[in-house]
């Protein structure tokens, strides 16, 4: 769009607006496939009444959340069934050296690395909801498919499967949160359902126990196990498939009236619901901006420690446990990572601008962790055990990053760009991660544990480099003189069969973090 020299002139009630359009031209026209898909259920409509705002946050709360807790459980078990797995004798049965159950990890994450861009376009391009369901059934497929893997082929193609299918979760829930809640509410929402993690390990360290008590003679326990999970994940995929929505401008749960109001809800967040049309310069505009790049290195910097979730079990076997021990001692690292995401979270959603400050100090206790396990005697199982568990504390920063890298991007192309890249340095310190793991570091693995310890300060410096990064540019917007390029911008609403021009805020415009100079980002 681009406004005329004389532009623009002082803003209008609805009224006024007719007879304004009677004397001059001096306005933007722009096509309602430019704006935000949420523009015209907005177009025109009077300020939302904060009880209103407070009871459709309760309905989508309701209906959003359950279904957004149980997918990200069911993931996280699906992705853990190779850790879960190996302590019950897959590398035997399998015949698998330890480089090659390392690369059983590393190529998941490779595939989702190479589909994670497709899979963005993918999201902005068709229903979320649908696409996610899609995804879902694919991978739960794949998950069955384990069960009849004889070697490390087979293992590796289905591994590469559900990689790709991977990659539209996690980015799929970031555009889902940012779609129907407040900047202010997608880091408890976020933390809610990344704690389903915790749940995840529990859930899945009582299924691997109770398939060592399986008696089937043409099946290993570790079959079992894949086949109950892929089992579960099918029925989820029929679920979102029928109950989740793809955007609040058309979700079932609400009315005609309500969808305007869900949308008039996250006005605050300045980044509207969403846009189907790919924008070449937002890419751009991501692909050059600073702040996503230090987002990026700390995603990669948090991953690499990540393939920890691989080793867990055996690391515990390590300590001198028996399997049955192994499985129910997992269960206690999934405790731990519900209640420091959770109270990481919810201090974050409590304390105004704290998110970065909250982040490092989270990130402390994993410091703690990696120096009792490299020092500790060997024959101090019970410490051991307990260090370990507390290497899983850190999480919450990441949790933490997500919600806050969603809620400092605006302009929908941009979002899913840096969806990407975000995501994609989850897939590098993920693929990199398994390999510090060589079986010359066994028992003690000193090496791996001393680049955990390094990525764990570099984190902390990262998360306080970024808050300050962003505080100073907050500051250098509050200096500026105000920007009115984008205050008198107008597009065709037709209501019982009359079109009429109605002016439409900037937050509807999708307008990038950059472009909109009004934008302030949360700390």
């Not at 190479?114 to 963005?120: A, K, L």
């Amino acid at each position: 769009m681009d406004p005329s020299s004389d532009f623009p002139p002082p803003a209008r009630s609805v009224d006024e607006k007719d007879e304004y359009y009677d004397k001059t031209d001096l306005h933007v026209d722009v096509d309602v496939a430019e704006v935000d898909t949420g523009a015209q259920l907005v177009a025109g409509k009077a300020a939302l009444d904060p009880y209103e705002a407070q009871r459709i946050k309760k309905k989508i709360d309701l209906h959003l959340l359950p279904l957004m807790c149980l997918l990200y459980a069911i993931q996280y078990m699906d992705k853990a069934t190779l850790g879960n797995a190996a302590a019950l004798n897959l590398r035997e049965d399998t015949h698998l050296s330890t480089d090659e159950y390392n690369w059983l990890g590393t190529v998941f994450y490779l595939s989702y690395l190479v589909f994670e861009f497709p899979q963005n376009l993918a999201l902005q391009r068709f229903p979320v909801g649908k696409w996610l369901s899609i995804n879902i059934f694919v991978w739960a497929v794949a998950l069955c498919c384990h069960a009849a893997c004889k070697n490390f082929s087979g293992l590796l193609i289905v591994r590469l499967i559900l990689g790709v299918c991977e990659g539209s979760i996690t980015t799929g829930f970031m555009i889902v949160s940012s779609m129907f809640y407040t900047r202010s509410e997608q880091t408890l929402r976020v933390g809610y359902w990344f704690l389903m993690n915790g749940t995840a390990q529990i859930i899945s360290g009582f299924i691997s126990f109770g398939t060592l008590h399986m008696k089937a003679v043409e099946l290993a326990a570790w079959q079992w196990l894949f086949i109950i999970m892929g089992a579960i994940t099918v029925v989820t995929a029929v679920i979102f498939w029928f109950l989740f929505p793809d955007s609040p401008t058309t979700a079932w749960f609400l009315t005609q009236e309500e969808r305007a109001q869900a949308v008039q809800r996250i006005k605050e967040n300045q980044t509207g619901v969403e846009n189907k049309h790919f924008k070449r310069e937002q890419m751009i505009e991501a692909f050059t901006d600073p702040k996503i790049w230090l987002f990026a290195l700390f995603s990669v910097l948090t991953n690499i420690p990540n393939s920890l979730s691989n080793q867990r079990q055996i690391i515990i076997l390590s300590f001198g446990f028996n399997q049955l021990q192994t499985t129910l001692l997992g269960c206690v690292d999934g405790i731990v990572e519900i209640i420091t995401i959770w109270t990481g979270t919810t201090v974050t959603s409590r304390v105004p601008n704290s998110r970065g400050y909250v982040a490092a100090a989270w990130m402390t206790p994993n410091l703690l962790a990696v120096f009792l396990i490299n020092f500790l005697p060997w024959d101090n199982k019970v410490g051991l055990l307990i260090s370990l568990f507390i290497s899983g504390v850190g999480t919450t920063a990441f949790v933490i990053s997500l919600s806050w890298i969603s809620s400092v991007t605006a302009g929908h192309t941009k979002r899913i760009t840096v969806n990407t890249i975000m995501l994609s340095a989850y897939c590098v310190g993920n693929a990199v991660g398994p390999f510090m793991w060589q079986e010359q570091y066994k028992p003690r693995n000193h090496v791996p544990w001393a680049v955990i310890g390094v990525c764990i300060v570099c984190r902390i410096v990262l998360m306080l480099t970024i808050r300050a990064y962003l505080f100073f540019e907050n500051k250098r917007r509050d200096g500026e003189e105000r920007d009115t390029t984008y205050d008198e911008v107008y597009i065709d609403v037709t209501k019982d069969g009359v079109t009429k021009k109605t002016r439409l805020d900037k937050e509807y415009l999708d307008l990038t973090d950059i472009q909109n100079r009004d934008f302030r980002y949360v700390l």
